[in-house]
């Protein structure tokens, strides 16, 4: 019976190791990006609203709402982040009725190319290493399931 018990506390124990692991690599990954982005000329919140910007889909308008959304900051902060980009010479601001639109300017849409090769670079190598955290992630999981 003791053996068992173990056992089940080692398939414990390898969930979180995969899951310790998997966000290990999260991390490294996005603090690579974070060094890619400062490389490039811009700090890293300043990438994440280029990216969200130039990521969202057609039918989606990039309003300060719509990105503090995919930033996950309240609004207020991403008017404030905005506002640094815009001094930056990173977007530019438009009115359509109530909204307030935000879209990337030349020096903008350059930087951002720069800072997304050196991810993509970067994603070339993480990405296999994430992947493989990932399935042992599932694996431990699907193998606590099964007892």
Do not use: C, W
């Not at 890619?36 to 000329?41: D, I, T």
């Not at 990216?51 to 719509?66: E, F, N, R």
């Not at 879209?103 to 997304?116: F, H, S, W």
């Amino acid at each position: 019976m003791k053996k068992r018990r173990n056992s089940q506390l080692g398939s414990q124990d390898s969930r979180y190791r995969a899951l310790a692991e998997f966000r290990y690599h999260i991390r490294e990954y996005l603090h690579f990006g974070d060094q890619a982005a400062k490389l490039a000329g811009l700090e890293p919140k300043q990438y994440q609203l280029l990216l969200a910007v130039k990521g969202l889909p057609d039918d989606v308008s990039p309003t300060v709402s719509v990105l503090a959304h995919h930033l996950r900051t309240r609004h207020h902060s991403t008017v404030e982040l905005v506002n640094r980009a815009e001094r930056n010479g990173l977007v530019t601001r438009s009115r359509n009725g109530n909204f307030v639109l935000v879209q990337l300017t030349k020096k903008g849409e350059r930087i951002l190319e720069r800072a997304v090769d050196k991810r993509m670079r970067q994603l070339r190598i993480a990405g296999p290493i994430l992947v493989k955290a990932l399935q042992q992630l599932i694996n431990s999981d699907e193998s606590k399931s099964r007892t």
